[in-house]
């Protein structure tokens, strides 16, 4: 009974920590073919994604796939192993409420990473290291609510050579 029990509760424990993603596949003028995603519920920290679901354009695939967009997705943290999935985003859309703190496991995921608009109500912290495996990141706009009050001096380093543009503010429009 016990070993059966155990049984049970490691096999939940495999299906709460991975999720499917389901992408709604389109293309952007100014960023390419992409994944958007609305109902993405991500709570806890180390959720993987297990599979991708959606029907893509005639002749494009996951490798294909420049930009992650999240908006209004119930997300409290980024999914783990997305890169497995799209080896080949440039940029990284995210604008949810629940986000606390981004470090930077969450986008070093996307080594190929060139632009981060993160829009986040309840955002508090970035790390200081946030951006150390993506040093060719070129733009970087980051809004967050009114608990959004510092910034780590060495957030931006002088490594980041490929860096023309950024915005960080401490406030977030909802109705943006």
Known sequence: MIVLSL????LLLNFVSSLTLNCNFGKQKENGYGCSNTDLLVLEKGVSIS?????HIRGY???DVKFLNFT???LSYIPINLYKFFPSITFLNINCHEFEEINKNDIGQFPKLEKLNVQILKLRKLDADLFEIN???KVIV???GSLFTSIHPQLITSNMTSLVKIIIENHYDETK
């Open 51 to 55: 599979e991708v679901t959606g029907q």
């Open 7 to 10: 049984g049970i509760i490691i």
């Open 135 to 137: 040093r060719d990141i």
């Open 72 to 74: 209004h997705a119930p």
């Open 61 to 63: 695939t996951n490798d």
């Open 142 to 144: 980051i809004r967050g």
